[in-house]
């Protein structure tokens, strides 16, 4: 067995390994610079988050992952930035990972960024002047970084006494204003304003634990808070308000499975569907019912919250209706979060859970019914 196939079946530990084999192989599809930058606080360069950051670390350069990890963006003391960079480096070093240090205000640093990462060293990018030409948002707008993450021992955003998972750009500035934040995550939430003042793509930023790091980059779940920018969610009567190729692909691409040619021969109730169908959620009639026939979002954007705003954005217009899911669909458990009630089924078609949402008790029955028997739209 290769090296890369063990760290797979141990990312097992974080969430299910064909999860962890996606997510590793698009990482690796995309330009070594961009897959992810870590901004760390001074206080994860300390034992024991620096023990779990090296070990994260460690793993990833064993998927031939090159995150570019920032030292000194979120703090003042040059000489501290310097002393914890040379740390960084040198327990890198004796873990096994390749690294490089460069100072921001070095002379072609981005060039040198590229270099360093496609020769599939980590590059260590010490910013001793963090208000300097080569800020944070200079960096973040020559290397174009999918993923913002900002380690902090805080490990996430709290809301009324509890972990927020996610936020919009357009949240931020009312959550600032109720509630509490530690020195730590004010530097976060500005960061994040500034940067998103000049964002020309698409990114998200994740403040997170070390000790949380994988399961934020290899399941949907994370453990951290996701802040990212709201979708436009695009709504229609018919399949023709729709592009046709454009729903085929991205209904195939996310069930893995290709559409019955009688697909869209059934008349569409209600559609709601991302801008760029990176999501959507379309319903069809059964037995007099709204059917949730088909609620997806792309495998490249699940965990970003996209399913939230389809979720809620179909809702608002289709206030009572049935679905169901088969039994070992993962995302049964945020379906239970969402529905009134659910129940199993088993017929000719296979297992089911058929779940509800708005209707009356006298028509659960019925419903239930109408929802096993729904056909199936995918070829065998």
Not at 263 to 285: N, R, S
Request: some cysteine; hydrophobic content about 40%; glycine content about 6%.
């Amino acid at each position: 067995m290769s090296v890369r196939e063990t760290v797979l079946q141990s990312l097992s530990a974080v969430g299910a390994q064909h999860e962890a084999k996606f997510y590793a192989e698009l990482f690796a599809r995309q330009d070594a610079e961009t897959f992810a930058m870590l901004v760390l606080d001074p206080r994860c360069l300390k034992d024991p988050l620096l023990e779990a950051l090296i070990t994260a670390l460690r793993i990833l350069a064993n998927l031939q992952l090159t995150p570019l990890l920032v030292v000194g963006a979120l703090g003042d003391e040059r000489t501290a930035t310097k002393f914890q960079a040379q740390r960084l480096s040198r327990d890198l070093d004796r873990s096994g990972v390749r690294s490089a240090k460069l100072n921001t205000a070095s002379y072609g640093l981005i060039k040198e960024v590229r270099k360093t990462a496609v020769q599939g060293k980590m590059p260590i990018l010490e910013m001793t002047d963090r208000r300097g030409k080569m800020n944070l948002a200079a960096l973040v707008s020559e290397l174009q970084p999918k993923k913002i993450i900002f380690l902090q021992p805080s490990g996430g955003l709290n809301q009324n006494g509890m972990r927020l998972a996610n936020l919009t750009v357009a949240e931020l500035p009312s959550f600032m204003e109720t509630e509490n934040f530690s020195a730590g995550q004010v530097r976060f939430l500005d960061c994040v304003l500034e940067l998103e003042t000049s964002a020309k793509a698409k990114r998200s930023y994740i403040i997170a634990s070390p000790l949380n790091l994988l399961s934020e980059l290899f399941t949907t779940r994370g453990s951290g808070t996701l802040i990212r920018r709201g979708i436009t969610v695009k709504t229609g009567d018919s399949f023709k308000d729709f592009s046709k190729p454009d729903l085929t692909r991205a209904l195939e691409t996310a069930f893995d499975k290709r559409l019955k040619e009688t697909f869209y021969e059934t008349p569409l109730h209600k559609g709601f569907v991302e801008a760029d169908y990176q999501g959507g959620a379309l319903f069809i009639e059964q037995a007099g019912y709204p059917y949730l026939s088909k609620f997806f979002v792309s495998r490249e954007t699940r965990g970003d919250g996209i399913a939230r705003d389809i979720w809620d954005a179909a809702c608002a217009e289709v206030p009572a209706f049935i679905w169901r899911s088969r039994m070992g669909n993962p995302f049964n458990t945020w379906y239970m979060r969402q529905c009134d009630g659910m129940q199993r089924t088993n017929n000719t078609s296979g297992a089911w859970r058929v779940f509800w949402k708005g209707l009356d008790a006298a028509q659960i029955g019925d419903a239930i019914k109408a929802a096993a028997s729904a056909p199936d739209d995918f070829e065998a």
